[in-house]
Structure formats: structure tokens, C-alpha cells
């Protein structure tokens, strides 16, 4: 390139940057005054966070809150939230629950964060920005799509994402519409004439072909075009400026920086932010004067006026860590003190998994392990599992040995988690290590909290974890263990107390003696953790052996014991009882309110919301996609629960279980029969939940209903067989009761013999209570919305259905084919929850009082 001959710019405007914007850039952000969505997409260096964040800053806006990612997700919401509860007044309780709740990862975060959000009162535009989001997952742009959308839940706000590509590999983003706009890298490079007024505004006069050289070397990048910028300010000529990043980098920002400045950068780089006291702690001397250098002399260290944080660019901290990882530009002993230094200023922030992985880093294994075990009762370990696998992996043994309370918090991660492999190799070695111990009481109470770990071990033998309960009482001087917290979820997120200790068919009624006789001595060990549990276990017998009167008033007495004690997940368990024994009675007021009163699915959510208790959000959506399966209405059911469980499923452990309960009745009813055959078989064959044995009960109806369906009528005897050999015995007559309407054919062959006589009955006799239970509801929840339920062709064959008309009849009068009438018959019943004619009538009935 010619030698630019121009004066170089006078001292006073060296390291001074003009910004500079299109006029089609300015022309493609203006939308984003009034879209609620607007996505930003262009790889790093386009300048789209620069471009987005002055644009708005001129435009005037009420109120502009940005935050930024960088690599890690960790962290993002936690500062998003405290941004809110900074920027407006009287909403810390709102943002402590969003903050709680956590970076919402699918439709049920998402939805209890719109809910959290209604209770902020957004100023009239309000922008949001969220940058970096490439390195979020991609169902937080699900997360902004919703939050745009629902005005309701924040008038005013707008929402802009700014992205490298990262999320359009997974989906196509939004396509621009009258409420959404995207802005992609198209609109971000300079043209040669645009680099020309860029220079101009800088002082600097190029000529076309300049122009046009330097773009064919830059892209257009406006990055790379402050650089050369930079380089020409020191060098008074850009025809050697370098070809690539890393060396344009090095020569114009790293070299123009006094060694402080890179000494400090370097005591820095693990950080993805920082402020003015930090950086002073950090480098044990007051970092302001430096600071001031960094952002000055180049706009690769930005300063954000809200969070009073500085935020290295992306470009600038990959190669401030490429430096730093080299061991022969910085020494790992260096290094070492430096991660160590940052993980001792994250604990004091706080921020007490990112401090241990800063130790990890250093080697700091014992500050690490210490810390991890400094509130032992304290779950925090199942949140960043990974960090804590890698950590004990890597930790000397004579520091494990030192440090033995981590290991029982890292075993309770691994129960808690389900990663029983990893929970017994940790339990073997911890019974090694409190064997060795020496007599006195210090090794007692070790060994008194092995025994809690050995009775998980032992789940779900009551009697076998009651012995190790007793141990560690007697072992703990009846002091309670450290290893639990009272109000953490004794279900682990499952709705259902019976599928966790029903293990061995023909022996409930000693099972449910036993939970009595035991919990007592659970309850002095854990400070009433779990109450009401033995009563619920009992209570839920009582409703598949049809006591449903009984099974009423004990729950009722689980559910006063659990509100007593705060235990949420049992009061989860109970009011999921209470629903199906609603179903039972017709009570569709009981399930979804009057107007006035919550209904209980409604109380569920809210009790999550009172308490903060999120953990169990998934477990809510369960139990309501149990309700809307056995109400046949396909289309309510939360839509995680129609799919496979995702590997990384926020559900706990043994919620997982009862998913498939309502998954596999979710299948029969879409008709993907195939699909569900191949699933099940392979579960059970592999001994999926073979403790729970009320997944083999429901696993064998479904196999049985799937194959039915399918013609394969011998396997499908044979699984309902398996199904009635283990259920019968114990009276469990429910899972077949709930699921008579896929398997009646097969049931009365099944049971047609003379000692099975008084099943049949009482299983019949159940069944028709809880389809006329069903058919009560569905008139109360279906009637006033079945114009809207039906397509306008179907509400003409189902108004004259209810006149009567016959198939045929209907045909003629609707002028069109027999069989297309029994085609909208098919969905009209399915929609409507319905199986036969006299149902849709009663539905019918029900809407003479609405506009139809």
C-alpha cells in the first residue's frame, strides 16, 4: 500500500477515537426504537455492541440496561439481576427470585421468569441488552422471544440480543416482522468509501484506491480498521501494518502499553470483569492511573459507568490468555499466584464455585476443599457437578485425606445427581479413610455421617436405612447431621413418595409399617427433614387400593405434618394426591379454581414462588402433565413431556421416574406406539428404576396398550400379566384403573378366570367412577372454550351432533362424504377428551348458556 503522507495527528488527539457509524447501519438500528425484539448478529470485531449501545445512548432512551456474558453463563444472570435491582427502585425481593430461579434454560424457567418479572414495574422504554449471547445456551433467546412477546408481563421493554453466529447453527433466529428485527453482519463492514470518511474523521485524507487497498487487506472490519488506526498514529504510515490479528494486536495496542500496564493486564486476564478496587487488591497497589492508560490509549478495555466494571474486548483477551498459558512469557509459578489471588477475592465477593475453580487452577487444592466444606449442610455442590468431578480427580490424596468433609459433600452431589457410580466409588473410600480414624469423638461423628451416606446406599430398603440412621445417631450423640439441610427436598423432586419405597411386590402393608416404626429416628437425625412422609406413603396405598375416603383424611394429616415442618416437596406430594382424587370426585373447582380460590395446580406454583423453591418447577409441570393425560387433552400437556427426557433434564434423581409415568401415557395417546415399545423394553430390560416398582407396573400397562395397538396381542398379554402379577398382590388397583381406557379389551381377558373375579369388579367398578369423575371436568374446563377448541367445520359436525342427527344425517345436511364426517368425529372427540358420542353431548349441554 502507498505511504499515506499526511500529517500525523497533533498529540492532543493521539489514542483519541472518533466513533463512526454508517449510514446503513444507523438506518438498520432504528427499528430497534420500536421492534420488542431485535437481534444482532456479526462475528467479533464488527463493532455491533459499540454500534448498538451509542445508538441508544442518543437516542435518548428512558432506560438502557446492558450486560454482558463474556464466556460464561455462570455469572450472566446473576449480574443481570443485580443490574435490575440497581437500576430500579423497590425490586430487590423480584430480582433475588429471578436471581434464585436461575438463567432460564427451558419453557418452565421461562415461565416462572416472566411471572417473576410482572412484579418489576419496567419505566416506559425500557431496553434490555443482552451481549455475548453466544455464549449462552440457545434457549435463552427462547427466553427473549417469550419476554418480547408477553407485554403483559413487562410493558415497554425492548429486548436486543447482540450474538456472534453461535446460535443460528441450532436454530433459524427469528425472521424480521412487524414486532421483530434482526441486524446480521452484512450491514457491519465499511465500505471503501465509508473507510474513507472513517479516516476523515480521524484527520486523515485517503484516495479511492487507498481506500480500496485497505479494505481488500481489512474486510471492512472495523476492528481491524481502528487498529490501523493505531498503527498509523505511532507510525505516521499504514502500508506495513500487519496482515493478521494476533500481530496487529501485539503491535498496536499490547506494545503501546507501559510494562505496568501489562503487568497489570496480566494479574488480571483470569477475570472476565473487573472494577477500579479489584484490579488495586490484585495488583497491591492503586491500579486507578493504569486503569485510565488501558482505556485510553485503546478501546479494547471498555468501562461500563453502570456496573463500574471494566470488560477486556474479546479479541484483547484471547490474546492476553494466549500470553498468559505460555509458559515462556509468564511462569506457571506466576500464573499459580495468580489464580491463586483471584480465587481468594472471589470467596470474599462471594462467588464461592468460581474462587474453587480459580484455586483448581493455581493447585490450591486444601483452600479449595476447605471451602467446599465450610457449611456442610450448605447443597451447593450439584449446581457445577463437573467442576467438583474434575477437581476431586485431580486433588493429591494426602489432601483428600486432610480434607475429608468434601468428600462427603462431593458424595451427597453425586447422590443427589444421580450418578450412583460415582456416589459408591466415593462411599468405598470414605469407608476406608473413617475406618483408619482413631477413637475419639471427632472420628465419631465421621463415622456417625458415614452411616447417613450408607443408608442412602441401601435406598429404598426402609428397614436396612432405618439400621444406619440408628448407627449415626448413636455414633452423633443424638445430634443431628450436617450433611443435610432440614428444608432441602427429602423427594428429590419426585411427586410421589410411594414410587420411591415401593420395592417389593406382595410386601407394602410390612413396607408401610416399617416407614412408621423408622422415621422417627430419621426425623431426630435430620431435624424433622422429610415430615409427613410415612403418612403420605401410606395415604397414596390407600388411594390405588380405592379407599379413597381414607386416603383423604391421611393425607390431609401428611400434608398439616410437612406445611409444620416448611418440607415443600412433600407438600408437592400431597396436593398431587389431592388432584387425582379431585379427578375422582369431578371437582374441577378443586383442580382449577372458581375465580376466587386457587385451584391446586395454581397453589403448586404458587407455593414455588412464595418460598422461592424453584427446584421443583419441573415437578409441577409433571403433575400437571398427569392431569391433562388422564383428561385425554393432548395438546395442555407441557411440551418438554411430550419429547424424551433431555440429558440434561433439571430434574432430580428420582423425579425422573415418575416422568416416564406420564410420558409413556403421553405417547399412547399421540399414537406413537413404536416409539414406546422400544423405549420401555429397553428400560426395563436394563433395570431402569428396578427398585421403583410402580415403573414396572406402569411400564408393563403401557408395553401392554402399545402393543395391543400394534396387533401384537401375545406380548401384549404378557406384559399387562407382568403388570397384574406385581400390582395385584398389594392392591394396587389405580394404574389400571387410570389407564382402563387403553387396556379394557385386554384387562377382562386377563382377569376372566374365577380367582380373579372380585379384581375385575372392583378395578371396573373404579374405572367407571373416574371416567364419570373425568367427564364432570371436561364439561366444566372444555364447554366454555369449545369455539375455540374447534375448527369452524367441527363445531358444524358437533352442534349436530347434539341434535341427534346420525352420521349419515349429518353427511346430507353438510353436503359432504360420510367418512369425512367420522374423520372430524376422530379429532372432535380427542379434542374434547371425549370417547363416544353421549360425552360430546354432555359437553354440548354444558355450552347452551355460551356464544358458540
Same mark, same amino acid.
Given at each position: ?9 497533533? /498529540? ?17 438500528? +432504528? ?8 437481534? !444482532? ?235 477500579? !478496587? ?52 509468564? /511462569? ?7 489464580? +491463586? ?38 447443597? @451447593? !455442590? ?66 456417625? =455421617? ?33 450433611? %443435610?439441610?432440614?428444608?432441602? /427436598? ?12 415401593? $420395592? ?14 423408622? @422415621? ?103 403433575? *400437571? ?8 387433552? %393432548? ?22 421416574? %415418575? %416422568? ?54 401375545? =406380548? ?55 371416567? *364419570? ?18 375448527? =369452524? $367445520?367441527?363445531? =358444524? ?56
Amino acid at each position: 500500500m502507498a505511504k499515506v503522507t499526511q500529517k500525523r495527528p497533533a /498529540p492532543a488527539q493521539t489514542g483519541k477515537t472518533v466513533r463512526y457509524f454508517s449510514k446503513r447501519l444507523l438506518d438498520a438500528l +432504528r427499528p430497534m426504537l420500536t421492534n420488542p425484539l431485535t437481534l !444482532v448478529e456479526a462475528p467479533t470485531g464488527y463493532g455491533k455492541s459499540v454500534a448498538v449501545k451509542d445508538f441508544l445512548e442518543k437516542a435518548k432512551v428512558t432506560m438502557l440496561v446492558t450486560i454482558a456474558s463474556q464466556s460464561s453463563p455462570e455469572s450472566f444472570w446473576p449480574d443481570f439481576c443485580d443490574k435490575l435491582a440497581h437500576n430500579i427502585a423497590n425490586v430487590e425481593d423480584a430480582c433475588a427470585a429471578l436471581k434464585k430461579l436461575g438463567l432460564p434454560r427451558d419453557f418452565t424457567q421461562t415461565r416462572a421468569a416472566l411471572n417473576l418479572l410482572r412484579l418489576i414495574s419496567f419505566p416506559p422504554d425500557t431496553f434490555l441488552v443482552f451481549d455475548d449471547c453466544h455464549n449462552l445456551p440457545r434457549s435463552f433467546l427462547d427466553f427473549c422471544e417469550s419476554l418480547a412477546a408477553s407485554q403483559d408481563a413487562s410493558p415497554g421493554v425492548r429486548v436486543v440480543c447482540v450474538t456472534r453466529d453461535g446460535w443460528a447453527s441450532d436454530r433459524l433466529v427469528p425472521r424480521p416482522n412487524a414486532s421483530q428485527s434482526r441486524i446480521d453482519q452484512r450491514v457491519f463492514p465499511l465500505t471503501p468509501q465509508e473507510i474513507r470518511d472513517y479516516y476523515a474523521k480521524h484527520g486523515i485524507s485517503l484516495s479511492p484506491g487507498q481506500a480500496r487497498e485497505l479494505h481488500a487487506k481489512t474486510d471492512g472490519w472495523i476492528a481491524s480498521l481502528y487498529l490501523s488506526l493505531a498503527w498509523y498514529q505511532e507510525h505516521g504510515e499504514i502500508s506495513s501494518f500487519p496482515p493478521d490479528i494476533v500481530a496487529r494486536v501485539r503491535e498496536t495496542v499490547y506494545a503501546a502499553l507501559s510494562a505496568e500496564a501489562r503487568d497489570l493486564l496480566f494479574t488480571l486476564t483470569p477475570l472476565e470483569r473487573f472494577t477500579a !478496587v479489584q484490579a488495586s487488591r490484585l495488583h497491591k497497589s492503586d491500579a486507578t492511573a493504569l486503569l485510565g492508560e488501558l482505556t485510553g490509549k485503546n478501546a479494547f478495555v471498555a468501562y461500563d459507568r453502570q456496573s463500574k466494571a471494566y470488560f477486556p474486548h474479546a479479541i484483547f483477551r484471547q490474546f492476553l490468555l494466549a500470553l498468559f498459558n505460555d509458559d515462556t512469557i509468564l /511462569p506457571p509459578e506466576r500464573r499459580r499466584r495468580i489464580y +491463586r489471588a483471584c480465587g481468594e477475592m472471589l470467596k470474599d465477593a462471594g462467588e464461592l464455585a468460581s474462587a474453587m475453580e480459580a484455586w483448581h487452577k493455581a493447585g490450591e487444592f486444601e483452600r479449595a476443599l476447605a471451602v467446599l466444606e465450610s457449611d456442610m449442610s450448605r447443597n @451447593m !455442590v450439584t449446581e457445577r457437578a463437573g467442576l467438583y468431578v474434575a477437581m476431586f480427580k485431580d486433588c493429591p490424596e494426602e489432601i483428600l485425606e486432610r480434607r475429608i468433609g468434601a468428600s462427603f459433600k462431593y458424595a451427597i452431589a453425586a447422590f443427589s445427581a444421580g450418578d450412583f457410580q460415582a456416589f459408591g466409588t466415593r462411599l468405598a473410600w470414605l469407608a476406608q479413610r473413617c475406618a483408619s480414624l482413631p477413637q475419639n469423638k471427632n472420628a465419631n461423628r465421621w463415622r456417625g =455421617e458415614l452411616h447417613v451416606l450408607l443408608a442412602l446406599k441401601e435406598f429404598n430398603d426402609i428397614e436396612a436405612m432405618s439400621g444406619n440412621h440408628r448407627l449415626a445417631l448413636k455414633l452423633l450423640k443424638e445430634e443431628a447431621t450436617q450433611l %443435610y439441610d432440614p428444608t432441602s /427436598p427429602w423427594t428429590l423432586g419426585s411427586p410421589s413418595v410411594l414410587f420411591m419405597f415401593y $420395592r417389593e411386590s406382595g410386601k407394602l402393608q410390612g413396607e408401610l409399617l416399617q416407614m412408621h416404626e423408622c @422415621m422417627p429416628y430419621y426425623y431426630q437425625l435430620t431435624e424433622n427433614h422429610g415430615a409427613g412422609a410415612e403418612f403420605l406413603m401410606e395415604a397414596e396405598s390407600l388411594y390405588n387400593a380405592g379407599e379413597f375416603d381414607q386416603a383423604a383424611q391421611t393425607c390431609q394429616t401428611a400434608l398439616s405434618r410437612a406445611q409444620h415442618r416448611a418440607q415443600l416437596g412433600n407438600e408437592f406430594c400431597a396436593k398431587f394426591l389431592q388432584m387425582r382424587l379431585a379427578l375422582l370426585k369431578g371437582d374441577a373447582t378443586a383442580l382449577f379454581g372458581d375465580g376466587k380460590n386457587l385451584g391446586l395446580m395454581a397453589d403448586m406454583r404458587g407455593l414455588i414462588a412464595e418460598r422461592r423453591d424453584f427446584y421443583l418447577l419441573h415437578t409441577a409441570d409433571v403433575c *400437571e402433565g398427569w392431569l391433562y393425560a388422564a383428561l385425554g387433552l %393432548y395438546d395442555n400437556i407441557p411440551g418438554w413431556l411430550r419429547e424424551p427426557l433431555a440429558g440434561d433434564s433439571p430434574l432430580y434423581a428420582f423425579a425422573k421416574g %415418575y %416422568y416416564y409415568l406420564v410420558h409413556g401415557r403421553v405417547q399412547l395417546l399421540a399414537g406413537a406406539y413404536a416409539a414406546l415399545i422400544g423405549q420401555l423394553n429397553a428400560m426395563l430390560q436394563a433395570g431402569a428404576f428396578q427398585k421403583n416398582l410402580l415403573f414396572s407396573v406402569y411400564g408393563h400397562i403401557y408395553l401392554a396398550a402399545a402393543f395391543h395397538k400394534t396387533n401384537q396381542n401375545t =406380548e401384549a398379554a404378557s406384559a399387562l400379566k407382568s403388570a397384574l402379577d406385581t400390582a395385584l398382590p398389594d392392591a394396587l388397583y389405580m394404574p389400571f384403573v387410570e389407564n382402563y381406557d387403553l387396556i379394557c379389551p385386554l384387562l377382562a381377558k386377563a382377569l376372566s378366570g374365577k380367582e380373579h373375579k372380585d379384581d375385575l369388579t372392583r378395578i371396573e367398578v373404579l374405572a367407571k367412577q373416574l371416567q *364419570e369423575g373425568r367427564e364432570v371436568v371436561l364439561q366444566e374446563i372444555v364447554a366454555p372454550n369449545l369455539s375455540a377448541l374447534l375448527s =369452524e $367445520r367441527e363445531l =358444524e359436525v358437533a352442534l349436530l351432533v347434539g341434535k341427534g342427527l346420525s352420521n349419515n344425517e349429518i353427511a346430507e345436511k353438510l353436503n359432504i362424504k360420510i367418512r369425512t364426517v367420522k374423520f372430524h368425529l376422530t379429532f372432535i372427540y380427542e379434542k374434547c377428551g371425549v370417547k363416544k358420542r353421549e360425552g360430546l353431548r354432555k359437553i354440548l349441554n354444558k355450552s347452551k348458556n355460551n356464544t358458540l
